[in-house]
């Protein structure tokens, strides 16, 4: 199917990524909240786009501000953002970590709709607010509740020290051991390329030995370390999502705006483990919609941004793309070919595990380095944008590849 008009994305806008590698966070020390980083995010946007008086509808993203910050209601933050959304409609969505890509799909679906121009999108997490064994236990409601007194003490990252176990029986250890800590190497570095991203402080050397570090089951899981790992992390990001006449409205031109041209969200069944633990098989069938949609293959994907929650799910996006066969996603990425000066550059601004994971802003995020890097806004982490490979791809996961949403992007003609 392919879209009844034209969706375009502007005016993208990320807080810092807050937490636990930043110089300035200190746990022992207040430090913002939801309100602060809403209304950083949200303003950061409505100044680029003429204010809130453009704004037809507003979305947020928000997974569990219930639990970190008992808070619900959070649609109710838009007029806090900006007087001028007072009385405009606004609605919250959530679906675990892919809260923020259906965020963007919710203004995608009002832009197609006809019912607004303009679409405030706003992603939020802040999950500093208690220690990490905690989170683990909040953030386990992106799995099925039955099964978490069962789980591992540290809940998803067992689920995906499951799938890495697995994959090193099936397709050996040594080898997607490096090509993790590869990924985590690819990570750090193009953090510190971007200030926003939590891991834009890291001046560790070696960082190869970091992830080649032998997993500990005595004080984390069985199969990965802490640096195949994405941090807890505080922030927002929010972008506009717009139709053409949204754009005049706004007074931005095409050269400044991406536009979208395929988009798939797919779900599976959370009470039920993965068929084959080497697969993200929701993965695959939302990335195949968002091509068919788009009427493009893999090979005119110029970058990616994928969900690498951990380093393993990196290793299996690879694959669940196509850029790689099953089994060969770490001959892929240590061939450098998804590095910054690889053929396809995955997560130039870090991903989670460099920029960082504010559980509901990182789909939004996601969309705003896209729209960067296609826009050649990126500073210092800009990559080159081929003409043969024109397109950006984002992946966003909820839960162990339940809720998933893949979109794709060129920018605007």
Same mark, same amino acid.
């Given at each position: 199917?392919?879209?009844?008009?034209?969706?375009?994305?502007?005016?993208?806008?990320?807080?810092?990524?807050?937490?636990?590698?930043?110089?300035?966070?200190? =746990?022992?020390?207040?430090?913002?909240?939801?309100?602060?980083?809403?209304?950083?995010?949200?303003?950061?946007?409505?100044?680029?786009?003429?204010?809130?008086?453009?704004?037809?509808?507003?979305?947020?993203?928000?997974?569990?501000?219930?639990?970190?910050?008992?808070?619900?209601?959070?649609?109710?933050?838009?007029?806090?953002?900006?007087?001028?959304?007072?009385?405009?409609?606004?609605?919250?969505?959530?679906?675990?970590?892919?809260?923020? /890509?259906?965020?963007?799909?919710?203004?995608?679906?009002?832009?197609?709709?006809?019912?607004?121009?303009?679409?405030?999108?706003?992603?939020?997490?802040?999950?500093?607010?208690?220690?990490?064994?905690?989170?683990?236990?909040?953030?386990?409601?992106?799995?099925?509740?039955?099964?978490?007194?069962?789980?591992?003490?540290?809940?998803?990252?067992?689920?995906?020290?499951?799938?890495?176990?697995?994959?090193?029986?099936?397709?050996?250890?040594?080898?997607?051991?490096?090509?993790?800590?590869?990924?985590?190497?690819?990570?750090?570095?193009?953090?510190?390329?971007?200030?926003?991203?939590?891991?834009?402080?890291?001046?560790?050397?070696?960082?190869?030995?970091?992830?080649?570090?032998?997993?500990?089951?005595?004080?984390?899981?069985?199969?990965?370390?802490?640096?195949?790992?994405?941090?807890?992390?505080?922030?927002?990001?929010?972008?506009?999502?717009?139709?053409?006449?949204?754009?005049?409205?706004?007074?931005?031109?095409?050269?400044? /705006?991406?536009?979208?041209?395929?988009?798939?969200?797919?779900?599976?069944?959370?009470?039920?483990?993965?068929?084959?633990?080497?697969?993200?098989?929701?993965?695959?069938?939302?990335?195949?919609?968002?091509?068919?949609? /788009?009427?493009?293959?893999?090979?005119?994907?110029?970058?990616?941004?994928?969900?690498?929650?951990?380093?393993?799910?990196?290793?299996?996006?690879?694959?669940?793309?196509?850029?790689?066969?099953?089994?060969?996603?770490?001959?892929?990425?240590?061939?450098?070919?998804?590095?910054?000066?690889?053929?396809? =550059?995955?997560?130039?601004?870090?991903?989670?595990?460099?920029?960082?994971? =504010?559980?509901?802003?990182?789909?939004?995020?996601?969309?705003?380095?896209?729209?960067?890097?296609?826009?050649?806004?990126?500073?210092?982490?800009?990559?080159?944008?081929?003409?043969?490979?024109?397109?950006?791809?984002?992946?966003?996961?909820?839960?162990?590849?339940?809720?998933?949403?893949?979109?794709?992007?060129?920018?605007?003609?």
């Amino acid at each position: 199917m392919k879209l009844r008009k034209k969706i375009y994305l502007v005016a993208g806008y990320n807080t810092v990524s807050m937490g636990t590698g930043r110089k300035e966070f200190n =746990p022992k020390k207040e430090r913002a909240g939801l309100e602060e980083y809403l209304k950083e995010a949200g303003q950061g946007v409505l100044k680029q786009i003429g204010g809130a008086a453009n704004v037809d509808e507003c979305v947020i993203g928000n997974f569990i501000a219930s639990r970190f910050n008992n808070q619900g209601n959070m649609a109710g933050f838009f007029p806090f953002i900006d007087e001028g959304l007072t009385y405009k409609p606004c609605i919250r969505v959530e679906g675990a970590c892919g809260t923020g /890509a259906l965020a963007l799909v919710s203004g995608f679906r009002s832009i197609l709709a006809e019912t607004a121009d303009v679409v405030l999108a706003i992603g939020v997490e802040v999950q500093n607010t208690v220690k990490a064994i905690y989170g683990a236990d909040i953030l386990a409601a992106a799995g099925w509740s039955k099964e978490r007194k069962d789980g591992h003490a540290y809940f998803f990252p067992g689920k995906f020290s499951d799938r890495a176990g697995v994959y090193y029986e099936k397709f050996g250890k040594e080898k997607t051991r490096k090509a993790m800590a590869r990924w985590f190497v690819n990570a750090i570095e193009n953090a510190r390329l971007c200030p926003t991203a939590q891991e834009f402080h890291n001046t560790t050397k070696d960082l190869e030995a970091l992830g080649l570090l032998d997993p500990n089951p005595r004080s984390f899981v069985d199969h990965l370390n802490v640096f195949d790992c994405s941090k807890v992390s505080d922030g927002a990001s929010a972008i506009a999502i717009v139709s053409e006449e949204g754009l005049k409205r706004c007074g931005i031109s095409k050269k400044e /705006a991406i536009e979208v041209v395929g988009f798939g969200q797919a779900e599976n069944d959370i009470t039920k483990p993965p068929k084959d633990h080497t697969v993200l098989d929701t993965t695959v069938a939302a990335v195949k919609n968002a091509f068919q949609m /788009a009427g493009i293959t893999n090979k005119e994907i110029g970058t990616v941004e994928c969900h690498d929650c951990f380093t393993i799910a990196g290793i299996l996006a690879v694959e669940a793309i196509g850029f790689a066969e099953h089994g060969k996603g770490p001959d892929f990425v240590l061939a450098g070919n998804t590095s910054r000066t690889g053929i396809v =550059p995955f997560n130039t601004t870090g991903g989670l595990i460099g920029w960082g994971h =504010p559980t509901g802003a990182t789909g939004v995020h996601q969309s705003v380095t896209i729209l960067e890097q296609l826009t050649g806004k990126a500073g210092n982490a800009q990559i080159t944008i081929k003409p043969e490979r024109p397109y950006g791809l984002t992946v966003n996961m909820g839960g162990d590849d339940k809720t998933l949403v893949s979109v794709i992007y060129k920018r605007a003609e």
